[in-house]
C-alpha cells in the first residue's frame, strides 16, 4: 500500500513558478514509476510527466515541455513538479500517482495509487 500526498499549489499569477511535491509513504517507493496528472474544471485528466523509479528516464506532454520538470528523491520517498513560467491554460487540480509501469501512467493515465490533488491556478 503507498498513500501519495501532494502540497505546493496555490494562487500565482501567470509567468511565476511552483514547486509541487508528493510525499510517499512505504519502503517500496524506488520500485514505482511515479507521475503527474492535472484535471481541469470541466474537462478530463491529462498527462503532465512521469519518471522512472531511479529517475532515469523521464517523459512529458507536449503542453508543458521546456516549462514543467519532473524528478524524484528516493531517500525522501518524494517526487516533485517544478513548474515554470505558468499560463492560465495550466489551472488545475495536479495529482501525482504511482505505478509499477511508467509506460501505463503515460498512455493509459492509470496508476496503482493516486494523491488526492492540490490546485494550481493561474490568474492573467
Known amino acids: 500500500q503507498v498513500q501519495l500526498v501532494e502540497s505546493g499549489g496555490g494562487l500565482v499569477q501567470a509567468g511565476a513558478s511552483l514547486r509541487l511535491s508528493c510525499a510517499a509513504s512505504?519502503?517500496?517507493?524506488?520500485?514505482?514509476?511515479m507521475g503527474w496528472f492535472r484535471q481541469a474544471p470541466g474537462k478530463e485528466r491529462e498527462f503532465v510527466a512521469s519518471?522512472?523509479?531511479?529517475?532515469?528516464?523521464?517523459s512529458y506532454a507536449d503542453s508543458v515541455k521546456g516549462r514543467f520538470t519532473i524528478s524524484r528523491d528516493n531517500a525522501r520517498n518524494t517526487v516533485y513538479l517544478q513548474v515554470n513560467s505558468l499560463k492560465p491554460e495550466d489551472t488545475a487540480v495536479y495529482y501525482c500517482?504511482?505505478?509499477?509501469?511508467?509506460?501505463?501512467?503515460?498512455?493509459?493515465?492509470?496508476?496503482?495509487?493516486w494523491g488526492q490533488g492540490t490546485q494550481v491556478t493561474v490568474s492573467s
Open positions: 512505504g519502503r517500496t517507493f524506488s520500485s514505482y514509476a
Open positions: 519518471i522512472s523509479g531511479s529517475a532515469g528516464t523521464t
Open positions: 500517482a504511482a505505478d509499477k509501469s511508467q509506460i501505463r501512467l503515460r498512455l493509459a493515465l492509470k496508476a496503482d495509487y
